[in-house]
C-alpha cells in the first residue's frame, strides 16, 4: 500500500490527505524524508562547482522538501491531537531531528560554501533580500556551532539532542498532568455557578465519560470557575491544582527537567564564547542584551506592582465584608476581582457571553481582515485532522491568497494554550507557494460556545498570527511570515487585538445568540470602559514570570530552578495574592523549546509597538484608514524577516516607539 504521505498529495489546495493518514504511516515516511534530505544536503556541500547563491543557498532552501512537510503535519497533529503512537513517535523523532539539524550545521565543507559567498557577498550582485537570507544562514550556522571543531564539536550535538529530548518530554509531562486531574462537582456545588460554566463542566465530564459535571485545568474552564464559584475550598483545590502542573512529585514530573535544561543551554552558550544563555539569546533579538530587556520590564513592574496593591486592599476588604477575615489568597483574586468589576461597571461575564458566540468572533475577525486588507473567507469542505476543525480559502480580488485552518476547541488530546502554526509557508522560488495556516485555541465547547472577552480577544490575537503568515509576500521560505525575531513576532497578533476594542466591530458582530439582538449600547460602553480593569493582577502575573525567565538564563544556571524562582519573586515583591502566570514546571513557552527560553519578555516587547502602531490608526480618526493599512501590510505583514525588525517599524511608522502608549493602553499612567 502507498504511503499517502509520501504519494502525490491532491486534495484541494495541496492540503495534506488527513482522511487516508494513518498513524503507522509517519514513522516509514519520515525515514524516507530524512534520506532524501540527507542526498540533497550531500550533493549540495558536494557540488564540485564553485559555490553560488543558487547552488548552495537556494538549494538549500528546497532540499528538504519531503521532510519539511512531514514535519509541518505531524507536529500540527501531534500537538492539537495527541494520541499515544503520536507521543511516542514524538520521543523517538526528538534525537533524530537534532542529530540531522547537527549533521548539517557541521557539515564542513557545507558551512565553506555558505562562508565562501559570505565573505564574497559584496561582488556576487545579490539583491537586499537575498544578502538577508544569506546572512541568516550564516548566522544560523555559526549560532549551531558550525565554527566548533574536535570535542566541542561533538560536545555541543549531544547537547542539542539532549536538549530536544528535554523538550519533548518537559511538553508531554505537562499534557499528562494536566490530563490527569479533575474535579467532580456535586449538585450543591453548581450553586452560583453561571449557567455557561455549569453547562462547560458537564460537556467536561462528558467527554471524559463522567456521569456528572467537572472542573478540569482547561484555562477556558478553570478561570471562570475560579471567577464565580461562591465556594473558597473549591476555588482552593482547583487553584492549587492549577499552579502545581508539572510539580506534583510523580511520573510526569518537570522540575529536574527545568534545572538540567538550564544547564545544557548554558553549556551551549559557553562552548559558542558567551558568558551566559541570555546574551546569547538575546543577541540576534531586538533587544539586543538583557539590560536592555530588564530595564523596561521593570519600568513595567513598579507602576503595575503599585497597582495591584491597591487593588489588594480593595478585594481584601470585599472578603472581609463577607466575613472572612483570612488574607487575600490567589484562589480569591478572581473571584472578588469579579465582583468588583461587577459592582463598578455592572458589567457581568455571564451576562457578556451570550453576545460573544463564537462564529459570530470569527465573523469579526474575517471583517476586520476584510476591512483592512480586502480578504474574504470562503469555508471550505476538506477532510481535516480533527472533526472540530474547519477550513476556509482566503481570496484577496479572486486570487487564491492561503487556507486557514481553525480549531478552537479544548480537548484532552490538545496541549494548553493557543497557538498558530503553518501546514506550508509562503514562498516564490521554485514557483508561488501558497500557505496552509493553522490556528488553535482551547475554548470550552457548548451549544453554541460563547466566549468570555478575553477568549475573544485570543481568537484575535491568533489570527493576527495568522495574517502575518497569510499576506506573506517573499521569496524565500526561511524569511516567510513569522520568521522573524521572537521580540518581533507578537506585534502583528497584539495589535490586531485592538480591532476588538473598536466600538464599530462589537457592535456589528457581538449580537445575542438566541435572539440575534446586538450588544445593548449601555453594555457594550461599560465594556470599553472596562478594559484596563484588573491589568494590575494581569500584568504583575506576567511580567513576574519573564523576570524570571531571564533570571535563569543570566549567569551560573540554578541547581534548583523552583528555588531560584522563589528568590526572584522576593526580589522584586511579588504581591502575595498574585501567582506567576507561569510558574517553572509549566511554563512551556521556556521549557518546552528554546522559542521562548530567555525570550518571554518578548509580548511586552511587541506590545510597546503594538500601543503604538494602533495609535496610528486613531490618529486618522479610522480605525480601517487605507493608508495606514496598507503601510501596515507593505512593512510588515507582507515583508516577513526581509529586514531587520527595527527597520521594518520605522518604515511603517517613521521612528521607534517609548513605553508611554503601553503604560496608558493598561491604565497604569497614574500609578507609574
Sequence with gaps: MTNPLLAPWTAPFGLPPFDAIRDEDFAPAFVQGLAEARAAIAAIAENPAAPSFANTIEALEVCEETLSRLAAVFYSVASADSTVAREALQRDLAPKLAAYSSEITNNRPLFQRIDTLWQERDRLGLTAEQERVLMLYRRRFVRAGAELEGDRAARMTEVQARLAVLGTQFTQNLLADERAWVMALAPEDLQGLPDFVVESARAAGAERGLPGPVITLNRSLIVPFLQYSPRRDLRQRACLAWVARGANGNDHDNRAIAAETLALRQERAALLGYPDFATFKLETEMARNPGAVRDLLLRVWEPARTRAQADAAVLQAMMQADGINDALEPWDWRYYAEKRRKAEFDLDEAALKPFLPLDAMIAAAFDCARRLFGLHFTPLDVPLYHGDARAWEVTRNGRHLAVFIGDFFARESKRSGAWCSALRSQRKLGGAVTPVVVNVCNFAKGDPALLSYDDARTLFHEFGHALHQMLSDVTYDCISGTSVASDFVELPSQLYEHWLEVPEVLAQHARH???GTPMPRAMLDRLLAARSFDQGFATVEYVASALVDLA????????????????????????????????????????????????????MWSEVMDADAFEAFEETGNPFDPEVAARLEQHILSAGGSQEAEALYTAFRGRMPGVEALLRGRGLVDAA
Excluded: W
Design 513 to 515: 445568540h438566541a435572539t
Design 552 to 603: 535563569f538564563h543570566e549567569g551560573t544556571p540554578p541547581a534548583d530552578p523552583v528555588a531560584r524562582e522563589a528568590e526572584v519573586l522576593a526580589e522584586i515583591g511579588m504581591p502575595r495574592a498574585i501567582r506567576m502566570r507561569h510558574a517553572t514546571p509549566h511554563f512551556a513557552h521556556v521549557f518546552a523549546g528554546d522559542g521562548y527560553s530567555s525570550g518571554y519578555y518578548s509580548y
